[in-house]
C-alpha cells in the first residue's frame, strides 16, 4: 500500500505564491494533482509520468501551475504562482502504478489527504 503525503498548503494573498509537494511511500508511475473547492467536484489539474518526467497540466491554470518531479526523492511538486482567490481549494495529489491515466477521479489509485491553499485578497 502506498501512502501519499502532501505538504506546502497555507493561507496566501492574491498574486502570491505557493509550492506544494507530496512524497509517496513506494513506487508508482504516474503521479498527479487535483484540488476540490468547497461545493465543487474534484477536479484534475496536472499529471507527470516517472520514466521520463512527461508533464501534463489543464490549460485552465497552464502558465501559472507547473509540476515537477524528484524520482531520487519519489516526490512531486506543484509550483502555483499569481494565485487568484478560485484557486482556493484542497489539493490532492493522487498516483498510479499503471501506464494509463486519466482526468478522471477514478483513473487514480492512490490519495493524499490533502493540503489546504486559501488564497484572500
Known amino acids: 500500500q502506498v501512502q501519499l503525503v502532501e505538504s506546502g498548503g497555507e493561507s496566501v494573498q492574491a498574486g502570491g505564491s505557493l509550492r506544494l509537494s507530496c512524497e509517496a511511500s513506494?513506487?508508482?508511475?504516474?503521479m498527479g494533482w487535483f484540488r476540490q473547492a468547497p461545493g465543487k467536484e474534484r477536479e484534475f489539474l496536472a499529471a507527470i509520468t516517472g520514466r521520463n518526467s512527461d508533464a501534463h497540466v489543464v490549460d485552465s491554470v497552464k502558465g501559472r501551475f507547473t509540476i515537477s518531479r524528484d524520482n531520487a526523492k519519489n516526490t512531486i511538486n506543484l509550483q502555483m504562482n499569481r494565485l487568484k482567490l478560485e484557486d482556493t481549494a484542497v489539493y490532492y495529489c493522487a498516483a498510479t502504478t499503471l501506464v494509463f491515466w486519466g482526468t478522471n477521479r477514478a483513473d487514480w489509485y492512490y490519495w493524499g489527504q490533502g493540503t489546504k491553499v486559501a488564497v484572500s485578497s
Open positions: 513506494g513506487s508508482v508511475r504516474v
